[in-house]
């Protein structure tokens, strides 16, 4: 079973419109992440969420918001896409308290706008 | 503002040799740095640190960090070329409300010739 799924893998939409990518998690955590890995690699924290609250990292747009029907499901929605958001996002999720080693990564959603 | 720099950025070597990559931070609410692999898909875990000085070993890597210096190295011995990927550094904030996330550094590509 796969630990943190996220849907779709690949994605090429135009400029303009706007476009959701899906994340579950079935390990019972209770904080998901949304990551931006562009195409130098770079791997940047978007958001964090657990049930109580949402942490914003200040430099995403406001065009991206994350939205979490329940504990299981942090989905990301983009609206009015722009070439520059051309990127792998990936979701992750990880158990309350710390340990780095079990935050889980996803299988990134290769997003290409043209 | 939290930073994580890596050094070299892109590093080739032959295979049998032996590198070295380097991480260092300047972040606020440090809980621990971790080493990640990255080939085609998401990062994959390698190791976590939280004390310093103690080497953790797995294989022919071994990594160790300084929290005086803020830094931390990895090392990889008889290099093969499975070995190629992108070496991504990041360190563990508390960021609130219970949530912790990764701080990752621009990674180190590394390629192995054989």
């Known amino acids: 079973d796969t630990a943190v799924s996220q849907t779709p893998k690949y994605l090429v939409t135009q400029m303009g419109n706007d476009k959701s990518i899906k994340c579950e998690q079935n390990?019972?955590?209770?904080?998901m992440y949304w990551y931006k890995q562009d195409s130098k690699k770079f791997l940047k924290i978007m958001f964090s969420?657990?049930?109580?609250?949402?942490?914003i990292n200040e430099t995403v747009p406001n065009r991206f918001s994350p939205k979490s029907p329940d504990k299981a499901h942090l989905n990301l929605h983009i609206n009015s896409l722009e070439l520059g958001d051309s990127a792998v996002y990936f979701c992750?999720?990880?158990?309350?308290?710390?340990?780095?080693?079990?935050?889980?990564f996803g299988e990134g959603s290769w997003l290409t706008v043209v | 503002e939290d930073k994580v720099v890596q050094s070299p950025l892109s590093l080739v070597v032959h295979e049998g040799d032996t590198v070295t990559l380097n991480c260092s931070y300047e972040?606020?609410?440090?809980?621990?740095l971790l080493w990640y692999k990255q080939e085609k898909k998401a990062p994959t875990f390698l190791f976590m640190l939280?004390?310093?000085?103690i080497e953790k070993k797995s294989g022919r890597l071994s990594s160790i960090l300084d929290k005086k210096e803020l830094s931390s190295i990895l090392n990889i011995t008889a290099t093969q070329t499975g070995d190629s990927a992108i070496y991504l550094c990041?360190?563990?904030?508390?960021?609130?409300?219970?949530?912790?996330?990764?701080?990752f550094g621009k990674g180190t590509k590394l390629s192995v010739i054989p």
């Open positions: 992750a999720s990880s158990p309350p308290g710390y340990s780095g080693n079990t935050i889980y």
């Open positions: 390990l019972g955590h209770d904080t």
């Open positions: 969420y657990n049930n109580k609250e949402l942490i």
């Open positions: 972040v606020t609410n440090f809980r621990s």
């Open positions: 939280t004390s310093s000085g």
């Open positions: 990041a360190v563990l904030l508390y960021s609130g409300a219970g949530s912790y996330q990764l701080t």
